[in-house]
């Protein structure tokens, strides 16, 4: 497993990036140089709390293990390909990859709540994707691959470097480009670099990572990771889901639901359940229904999104009142219940419309 994790982190130049290794992982890579272990805590530190990418500059540590290191390994970084700022305070960030691909991250800072400012950045896992769903802009592009485990810990980083001292990202949602447990190993790695206290030191309520459902995937990670669960539903049937994510032909949603009610969930945790509302598809008076009873013995929380509209998609938003008689009916049923503000709109920063990164 370990071998399989350092080969991973493997460039093409045979240098190891050990910012795609967790704390164990870069012990490992110490070890085989024949370097002490505590050398392997003073690099992951720089690498993370310091944003060193430069070997030269850890001076805890003597002059040859910095050359020996500078030989056989790398600290990557992503990037810059532009920053897009919207009218609202979204902010979109892009990168491009060294194999020409790019990819985003969003911030999305968040007043609503008196006292408690959120600076939430929403974290890309692929470069584009493979579950196509047929509202999101993102899976039109089609899986081109998995973003490594620096790619994806490497962006908050670098997007809280871009902010300074003065202003903290709050959470992080894996809700980007990719679905996040469909590169599963790096995701791992990565939300293991986010947690770690000598890493950037995340906590586990900061984070939530947005799934389809995969079904297997989610009930591995579900015991692998302490961090926030949210499932991307978006219908109440099983021919309306496979009409718009295709994934339900391989995972029934009746799967789904049965192993959100067997998740191992610390108790006072809920599952998030994110609900796109297409008008004349997902909002009828049966809909409504029929998400109130998979509610029903599920912990859930459920996030109402009404549908980003884009000149790409032949898809209406819902009015406003419906929206929130939808709200008022899940609240009286007993269901947690918020609705998604859109935010960064002028920038194609909002969600499904990760992918179509040209300015405008
Ligand atoms: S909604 Fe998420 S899982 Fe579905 S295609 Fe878009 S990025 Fe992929």
Not at 7 to 36: E, H, N, W, Y
Not at 200 to 206: A, K, L
Request: aromatic share 4%; glycine share 6%; hydrophobic share 40%.
């Amino acid at each position: 497993m370990r071998r399989s994790a350092l080969d991973r982190a493997r460039q093409s130049d045979g240098r190891v990036d050990l910012k795609c290794l967790d704390r164990p992982g870069i012990a490992a890579f110490m070890a085989d140089l024949g370097k002490a272990e505590h050398r392997a805590l003073q690099v992951y530190k720089w690498a993370w709390q310091r944003d060193t990418t430069d070997f030269a500059t850890i001076d805890t540590i003597p002059r040859s293990v910095r050359a020996t290191l500078g030989e056989r390994a790398v600290l990557s970084s992503l990037e810059p390909d532009g920053r897009l700022d919207s009218a609202d305070g979204t902010r979109k960030y892009l990168w491009r990859l060294p194999d020409g691909h790019r990819i985003e991250s969003v911030l999305i800072p968040d007043d609503t709540v008196p006292g408690r400012p959120r600076l939430t950045l929403c974290v890309s896992t692929q470069v584009g994707c493979a579950m196509k769903c047929s509202f999101c802009l993102t899976g039109d592009m089609g899986l081109k691959r998995h973003l490594s485990p620096a790619e994806i810990a490497n962006q908050p980083l670098q997007v809280q470097q871009d902010l300074g001292p003065e202003h903290r990202i709050t959470n992080l949602v894996m809700m980007g480009m990719g679905e996040p447990l469909h590169n599963y190993d790096n995701l791992l790695v990565a939300l293991d670099i986010l947690l770690d206290t000598y890493g950037q030191n995340f906590s586990h309520r900061r984070i939530t990572v947005s799934t389809v459902g995969l079904v297997d995937a989610l009930e591995r990670f579900a015991q692998a990771s302490p961090v926030n669960l949210a499932i991307s539903l978006n219908a109440t049937t099983e021919a309306s889901r496979t009409q718009v994510m295709p994934i339900t032909r391989r995972h029934s949603l009746a799967a789904l639901m049965e192993a959100c009610r067997r998740l191992p969930l610390p108790s006072g945790k809920r599952i998030t359940f994110e609900y796109v509302m297409m008008e004349g598809f997902n909002t009828s008076d049966e809909d409504l229904v029929r998400l109130r009873q998979l509610m029903a013995d599920v912990p859930a929380k459920v996030n109402l999104i009404p549908y980003n509209e884009n000149p790409h998609r032949d898809i209406r938003r819902p009015s406003d009142d419906r929206v929130e008689a939808w709200q008022q009916a899940l609240v009286t049923a007993g269901i947690h219940c918020s609705v998604r503000t859109t935010r960064g709109r002028d920038i194609s920063a909002a969600c499904g419309q990760l992918g179509d990164a040209s300015p405008v």
